[in-house]
């Protein structure tokens, strides 16, 4: 295949613009197909995919390489998990602490484990000891933007001069197969158990005890001064922990900030009405996700995969079947066996092979469709963030160093 003779770049008002189209494709296509219904795929992992498959043809056809602006779409990720703060209550993150705890010691044996798993796949096929780090942990667990950190030192520095290109290659197969296994896996735990959703959840009897609330113009602006306020004051803490030479995604402290802010203000300010768990929350977080999820998943370059060379393809095969195995046997047994460990193995999916957003996707998609677990959404994005790339720097280095 020939390198593409120019490329296209597409503004960020019109890349949110083709998100929302590409949303709507899905939405279509997930009426239509009964397959994409019964395995929660998320409409935007469908049409985002097409989009995708359409802008590699333009990119073989053409020979013109498409690129996306990404700024607003970044600034809908913040969104998301400013209202997924602003939804938490404190009486729900402490019932769900021992939960938190499970996951995060089972995610350091994980982590290892993809290290191990690469690490004799590249063994194996003649590669260097360093290929197996990007076809473990580098690519799979930490993603796009890890990859992006590790692969030139890697290239440099550990005798695999390939690593950008192979890393690219296996997160961008790794987040195709985080977004269409996860539903699936829930499916099967779910409906073998025929495990339901809490009948304590505060939302289930919410959601039972009256008809779903309208949206109009006060609640909808409350809602999006409240998310607001989460993320500016998030920003606001984001630049000193940066400078303390702290590493953290941007959502982590929006996140953070929408748990205090809604659980103090409420109770200092008795009254006042508060916006969280409401419809216009709801719609706000669905926007925010779905133009994020569709907008990432259109832009991914799938070209790179075609050059892939068949160790990592099989690499990356057995990768994905040893995360299948490790949540249907280790994971979900783990976690209690409940409704919520069912909801946090579609996400531990997207956590292993993918990215958070594909995670959070995942779990939206179930939960709309067997009913709500509000602490998954809390306590999935903690590990993620706080967690993952602090036990993925440890055991880079441990494998490097081998």
């Known amino acids: 295949m020939t390198a593409a003779a120019n490329a296209l770049v597409v503004p960020d008002f019109l890349t949110l613009t083709l998100g929302i189209v ?8 997930t009426g239509r197909i009964a397959f994409l219904r019964d395995y929660n ?3 935007p992992v469908t049409g985002g995919f097409l989009a995708a498959l359409a802008i590699w043809a ?3 056809l053409a020979g013109t390489e498409i690129a996306f602006e ?3 779409r970044d600034r809908l990720l913040v969104i998301f998990f400013a209202t997924v703060g602003v939804n938490a209550r404190l009486s729900d993150l402490l019932a769900g602490g021992k939960t938190l705890v499970v996951l995060c010691v089972v995610t350091v044996f994980f982590v290892f484990l993809q290290n191990v798993v690469g690490t004799v796949g590249a063994t194996q096929f003649g590669l260097p000891s360093s290929a197996g780090v990007i076809m473990g942990s580098v690519a799979l667990v930490g993603g796009h933007g890890t990859t992006i950190a590790w692969a030139p030192a890697i290239a440099s520095e550990h005798g695999f001069p390939a690593a950008v290109e192979a890393g690219t290659a296996v997160a961008t197969l790794g987040l195709i197969l985080a977004s269409v296994l996860g539903g699936p896996i ?5 409906e073998r158990g025929k495990l339901t959703a809490d009948p304590a959840d505060p939302l289930a009897r919410e959601g039972e005890a009256a008809p779903a609330a309208s949206i109009d113009r006060t609640s909808f602006m409350q809602a999006l001064l409240l998310v607001n306020t989460a993320v500016i004051l998030g920003y606001l803490v984001h630049g000193p922990v940066s400078a303390m030479g702290i590493k953290l ?8 900030m929408g748990i205090v802010l809604s659980n103090t203000v409420p109770f200092i300010f008795r009254g006042l009405p508060w916006p969280a768990r409401t419809p216009a929350m709801t719609l706000i977080a669905d926007y925010s996700l779905s133009a994020f999820l569709a907008m990432s998943l259109m832009s991914m370059q799938l070209w790179t995969l075609a050059g892939m060379a068949g160790p990592l393809l099989v690499v990356v095969a057995v990768q994905a079947f040893v995360a299948v195995a490790f949540i249907l046997l280790v994971l979900f047994p783990l976690l209690g066996r409940d409704y919520q460990a069912a909801v946090l193995s579609a ?14 996707a995942s779990m939206t998609a179930v939960t709309k469709h067997y009913g709500p677990s509000p602490n998954a959404f809390i306590i999935l994005p903690l ?4 967690f993952v790339d602090l036990v993925n720097f440890v055991a880079i280095n441990f494998f490097l160093a081998r």
């Open 58 to 60: 333009v990119y073989v």
């Open 41 to 43: 795929i998320p409409e």
């Open 249 to 256: 995604p941007l959502f982590v402290p929006c996140l953070i």
């Open 383 to 386: 590990v993620s963030a706080f």
């Open 22 to 29: 590409v949303y709507f494709v899905g939405v279509i296509l």
């Open 70 to 72: 990404m700024t607003t």
């Open 186 to 190: 829930a499916k099967f735990l779910i």
């Open 347 to 360: 996400g531990f999916t997207g956590l292993s092979l993918g990215a958070t957003p594909t995670a959070i």
